[in-house]
């Protein structure tokens, strides 16, 4: 696909699909150089709750027709038209102070696929990690297939003694309680690569208060 495709883009002068900040338009700007591309892409995808982003740079001949494209000074700005959805509404921003570098993407839309993914999450963040962090430890749903609730466990829980225990008696309880459709939770995480867990060995005590 040549140059002279551009003329199928779809621009969004008007109502752009994401806002971009004068920050972002410089840095497309400093990061292309002249006659090498047109413009940049960006793909969003979901990955473990949370949303993935890749910049790729837009040679004359990568131009896809089905992107929607914002003006950018004197490149382009494309978003991927299959993930176009997962950012609209965003605002792109590009930071650079001190040690913090890189872009800042505020995303509006839910980083989860399906409504029952959002509520047990929510309930992860709001009733089960309080009592976690009482221990340094944290746990995250990471995929939800069918009935069934994929987690993993992070900090004081990664590597614990009593990790399947705070599983079984703690979260296990609080999930079968808020969502009876659940069949099951398997705990994905890689207990051996734990660095700091909170009993290790022989040690026992109390599970977290859930």
């Given at each position: 696909m040549k140059a002279t495709t551009q003329t199928a883009e779809r621009v969004l002068?008007?109502?752009?699909?994401?806002?971009?900040?004068?920050?972002?338009?410089?840095?497309?700007?400093s990061a292309l150089t002249e006659g090498a591309s047109v413009g940049v892409r960006?793909?969003?995808g979901r990955e473990k709750g949370s949303f993935t982003y890749k910049f790729d740079v837009v040679a004359p001949d990568q131009i896809d027709p089905r992107d929607p494209v914002l003006p950018c000074g004197r490149w382009r700005f494309y978003v991927d038209h299959a993930s176009a959805d997962l950012v609209r509404g965003s605002e792109i921003d590009y930071v650079s102070s001190g040690f913090t570098q890189?872009?800042?993407?505020?995303?509006?839309?839910?980083a989860w696929d399906s409504e029952l993914a959002r509520r047990i999450a929510a309930?992860?963040?709001?009733?089960?990690?309080?009592?976690?962090?009482?221990?340094g430890g944290k746990?995250?749903?990471?995929?939800?297939?069918?009935?069934?609730?994929?987690?993993?466990?992070?900090?004081?829980?990664?590597?614990?003694s009593m990790a399947t225990k705070t599983l079984r008696n703690g979260i296990m309880r609080v999930?079968?309680?808020?969502f009876p459709e659940l069949t099951g939770v398997v705990d994905t995480t890689d207990h051996s690569?734990?660095?700091?867990?909170?009993?290790?060995?022989?040690?026992?005590?109390?599970s977290p208060a859930l």
């Open positions: 002068p008007d109502a752009p699909l994401v806002t971009l900040t004068e920050r972002a338009i410089a840095k497309v700007h960006l793909t969003v890189g872009w800042v993407i505020d995303n509006p839309n839910p309930v992860f963040d709001q009733r089960i990690n309080p009592g976690l962090a009482q221990h746990v995250a749903l990471v995929d939800l297939k069918d009935t069934v609730a994929y987690v993993e466990m992070s900090g004081g829980c990664q590597g614990c999930l079968a309680d808020e690569g734990g660095a700091n867990p909170y009993f290790t060995g022989d040690r026992q005590g109390d």
